[in-house]
């Protein structure tokens, strides 16, 4: 029998919002696929592009970017920065005829552990379905 | 219409004269351009206060040895000139400078600046072989009749913004049929017809936006859709890139002459990237091999993301390229894609926000899941 394949994404969680949901989804015991590697940051505009690109050229099947709804960034307006440098590498990617479909960015509230649930299935459904990420086979990046 | 300061001289000797008048006068104290260094055609960027040193100025040399931007930032950086200078640099030139300042790695204060219509620079090579003076009549002959000059870099020959945006003064050259014994120097601002005053010369009313430079700025709109079909940037995927960047050598020499890297602790520089053996070993079980140096790939998208934004298409970064990428025109064209979505010209203006450092509540709402 061949296995399933099973998606590496690494998340890049605000402290204040989505890894409090991720932390809720827990303890509330909701089901979802082992996929995440759980990296925790102080606000999602901590996240330079360039750490999104280094886990995306390093292999990692997904990347997910997920912090506080707009207008309840801990440090108010982070995550329209976030939002803003996030538009522009998927633009950097897509222009080098690169597929950004396996990068992702969403708002998770600290009290909306079912929504962290659905998206991380969601985005690891997705991922299963693109398939491995092929950058993992490449010498040379 | 603007002013214009007409001098019946070659375009070259006018520019001369206009630096020895205010020089000259004490308008200025200081004479920021390119000066010939020898006699095999090398000339380098000078700050010059003697009258005498500036007999050897070449300001209007199709060269650049360094971008003029990034020189001014490096002189400014400590704090701004105290008595008044005047640089003459090229329109990109400029526009690296105003980025630089943006980002609190220069000021702009006390300078007076002279830009021109501009035909672009030769590729260093030509100059290091000694053989830009014979290439010098035929960039003379191209740009009177307006046309694009053979064999210069390929960002000059798609450069759309030949005219100078913040320049105080500017000298016409592109398609002026006369500049071998006539020179029309724009005076854009209240500061540069200041400063001309009581030159010897005609003033007169003009415009600098001639059919000329219009018919140009579609030569190079064309030159440039070819140039980035040639390469077929977006047709890359994994496979070009790789192709492209796996020719890196790793010696970072693109982003040391390029205005926009300024940071002189890169995080690429930096002991960050030289992994631990566990990396390694890692990295070789799922790939079966690595090349060395590892990273070539993501350090120049890297680059891509943090520059991309304010790129303003020098050209310096091919230029010094010992593996030929063509990474300069690489970066035009990404950047063209970013600063397209942000209606962002890196070096319109000083006041105009670069983008990452601002935002608005509705935006972007397409790339959120
Ligand atoms: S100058 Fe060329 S070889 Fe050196 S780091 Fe830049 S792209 Fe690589
Ligand atoms: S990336 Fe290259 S072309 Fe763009 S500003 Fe820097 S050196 Fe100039
Ligand atoms: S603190 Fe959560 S996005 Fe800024």
Redesign the interface.
């Known amino acids: 029998m061949k296995d399933e394949f099973a998606p590496k994404i690494v998340g890049f969680l605000c402290n204040w919002c989505t890894y409090a949901a991720a932390d809720l989804a827990g303890t509330s015991k909701l089901k979802m696929p082992p996929s995440l590697a759980v990296i925790r940051v102080m606000c999602s505009s901590r996240v330079d ?2 750490l999104v ?2 886990a995306f ?3 990692a099947d997904g990347v997910l970017v997920a912090g506080c709804h ?2 309840d960034c801990h440090y108010e ?1 982070g995550n ?2 976030a ?16 597929d950004s479909e396996r990068l ?4 998770i509230g600290a009290s909306e552990g079912p929504r962290f649930q659905q ?1 991380v299935t969601e ?1 690891t459904d997705k991922i299963k379905k693109l398939g491995q990420n ?8 | 219409m603007s002013k214009v300061l007409k001098i019946n001289k070659s375009a070259e000797e006018s520019v001369q004269e206009l630096l020895k008048f205010l020089l000259k006068s004490g308008k200025v104290k200081g004479v920021f351009t390119l000066r010939k260094i020898n006699d095999n055609g090398a000339v380098a960027y000078s700050l010059v206060t003697s009258l005498d040193m500036l007999k050897d100025a070449v300001p209007l040399f199709p060269l650049m040895p360094a971008n003029g931007g990034k020189l001014l930032s490096r002189l400014t950086l400590r704090g701004s000139v105290a008595e008044p200078v005047v640089a003459v640099v090229r329109p990109c030139e400029l526009r690296a400078f105003i980025e630089l300042v943006k980002r609190k790695q220069g000021s702009l204060e006390n300078f007076l600046f002279i830009s021109s219509t501009c035909s672009g620079v030769y590729p260093l090579e030509i100059s290091v072989n000694g053989n830009i003076d014979k290439k010098l009549s035929q960039y003379w002959d191209a740009t009177k009749r307006n046309e694009i000059v053979p064999d210069t870099r390929p960002t000059c020959k798609s450069c759309e913004h030949f005219l100078p945006y913040t320049a105080d003064i500017t000298i016409a050259l592109i398609g002026k049929k006369d500049i071998g014994n006539k020179c029309e120097i724009f005076l854009n601002t209240e500061k540069g017809q200041k400063f001309v005053d009581g030159i010897d010369g005609e003033f007169v009313e003009g415009k600098l936006e001639s059919e000329e430079v219009v018919s140009m700025r579609n030569k190079r709109k064309d030159e440039k859709k070819k140039l980035f079909d040639e390469i077929g ?6 496979k ?3 192709e492209t960047f ?1 020719k890196c050598i790793g010696c970072h020499g693109c982003s040391k002459v390029c205005p926009i890297c300024y940071c002189n602790l890169c ?1 690429s520089d930096s002991q960050t990237y030289e992994h631990k053996p566990f990396v390694y070993e890692i ?1 070789l079980k ?6 060395v140096p ?5 350090y120049q ?2 680059r ?3 520059v ?2 304010s790129c303003v298409g020098c050209g310096l970064c091919a230029d010094v390229c010992p593996a030929n990428i063509p990474i300069s025109t ?1 970066f035009l ?2 950047g063209d ?2 600063q397209k ?2 209606d962002y010209l890196p070096g319109r203006d000083v006041e105009e926000q670069i ?3 601002t ?3 509705e ?2 709402v397409e ?3």
């Not at chain 2, 799922?286 to 090349?291: D, H, P």
């Open positions: 592009p360039v690109l280094r050229l390093r292999g707009p207008g307006k329209y920065y939002r803003r440098r996030f538009a522009l590498l998927k633009s950097v990617i897509e222009t080098l005829g690169l992702q960015l969403s708002w998206v985005f092929p950058m993992q086979k490449k010498t040379s990046l | 940037i977006e047709k890359f995927g994994l070009g890139l790789i796996g995080y990295e799922r790939r079966g091999g690595l090349r590892p990273d070539t790939v993501s998208i890297g891509l993301t943090h991309g934004i690489i064209k990404v894609s970013v979505m942000f983008p990452v450092t935002f608005k509540t935006e972007f790339v959120e899941d």
